[in-house]
């Protein structure tokens, strides 16, 4: 992929050294071959087969983000890059955009993750942004399989991708209680209980019903957000 991009750039500076011998004027049609090659370049940004429009603008927008960027955050925009990306509908006319990147890069993507968020959400006109670790849930092994296998890991279980999901939700709010709740016929309603105190719950308040209806689509629990009315803090010896 890098050989490509140094090879197109290469084309063009010898079609514009070309054209220029011949003394027509190539500021227009470097300037237009230039903004077509950056396109491409926004490919590195996704690594998937035939990518949607949708992908493409989110990879092309982490991009320009990084080329606009301190050299600190370039170094770590440099090594990003996304798997996927989807939108959906999350109720009452809104809409959310849903970005799946590897587990591997989740704590590079943390470090600007809300420039990254800030970036994404001006691009799609104020839609709810998330970036979430695509993760793969491994099926529990039969006690009458003798075949020889590797244990399932817990990180690859039904529960443990469900919680991994919620925490990548919310960040970087964090979570201090869960609970669930059995009803009378048998369903289970989820509560996430936030610290009211945070200084980070407060850039996620206004997102909680997004994040709710998202966690539904994605795991099919349903899930209630609330705030504790005590820090964890208070009950410390002063």
Same mark, same amino acid.
């Given at each position: 992929?890098?050989?490509?991009?140094?090879?197109?750039?290469?084309?063009?500076?010898?079609?514009?050294?070309?054209?220029?011998?011949?003394?027509?004027?190539?500021?227009?049609?470097? &300037?237009?071959? #230039? !903004?077509?090659?950056?396109?491409? @370049?926004? /490919?590195?940004?996704?690594? *998937?087969?035939?990518?949607?429009?949708?992908?493409?603008?989110?990879?092309?927008?982490?991009?320009?983000?990084?080329?606009?960027?301190?050299?600190?955050?370039?170094?770590?925009?440099?090594?990003?890059?996304?798997?996927?990306?989807?939108?959906?509908?999350?109720?009452?006319?809104?809409?959310?955009?849903?970005?799946?990147?590897?587990?591997?890069?989740?704590?590079?993507?943390?470090?600007?993750?809300?420039?990254?968020?800030? &970036?994404?959400? #001006? !691009?799609?006109?104020?839609?709810? @942004?998330? /970036?979430?670790?695509?993760? *793969?849930?491994?099926?529990?092994?039969?006690?009458?399989?003798?075949?020889?296998?590797?244990?399932?890991?817990?990180?690859?279980?039904?529960?443990?991708?469900?919680?991994?999901?919620?925490?990548?939700?919310?960040?970087?709010?964090?979570?201090?209680?869960?609970?669930?709740?059995?009803?009378?016929?048998?369903?289970?309603?989820?509560?996430?209980?936030?610290?009211?105190?945070?200084?980070?719950?407060?850039?996620?308040?206004?997102?909680?019903?997004?994040?709710?209806?998202?966690?539904?689509?994605?795991?099919?629990?349903?899930?209630?957000?609330?705030?504790?009315?005590?820090?964890?803090?208070?009950?410390?010896?002063?």
């Amino acid at each position: 992929m890098y050989k490509k991009y140094l090879n197109n750039c290469t084309l063009l500076v010898l079609k514009k050294l070309m054209l220029e011998k011949e003394g027509i004027s190539s500021s227009t049609t470097f &300037e237009r071959n #230039k !903004k077509l090659t950056m396109a491409f @370049v926004g /490919i590195k940004k996704i690594i *998937k087969e035939n990518p949607t429009r949708l992908e493409n603008t989110v990879a092309q927008s982490i991009l320009d983000l990084q080329l606009n960027s301190a050299e600190d955050v370039q170094e770590i925009l440099k090594q990003l890059y996304i798997v996927g990306a989807k939108e959906v509908d999350v109720g009452e006319g809104r809409r959310s955009v849903i970005v799946f990147v590897p587990v591997a890069l989740l704590r590079l993507f943390r470090k600007v993750h809300t420039l990254i968020i800030d &970036e994404l959400e #001006k !691009k799609f006109s104020g839609k709810h @942004v998330v /970036i979430i670790g695509q993760r *793969k849930i491994l099926a529990k092994v039969k006690k009458n399989n003798r075949s020889k296998i590797q244990r399932r890991p817990v990180s690859r279980t039904l529960t443990a991708v469900h919680n991994a999901i919620l925490e990548d939700l919310v960040f970087p709010a964090q979570i201090v209680d869960k609970r669930i709740r059995f009803r009378e016929d048998g369903s289970r309603l989820f509560k996430a209980t936030l610290d009211k105190h945070s200084e980070k719950n407060k850039n996620v308040e206004y997102k909680l019903d997004t994040f709710s209806s998202l966690y539904h689509r994605l795991t099919g629990k349903e899930l209630v957000f609330n705030f504790a009315e005590f820090s964890r803090f208070d009950f410390l010896p002063q």
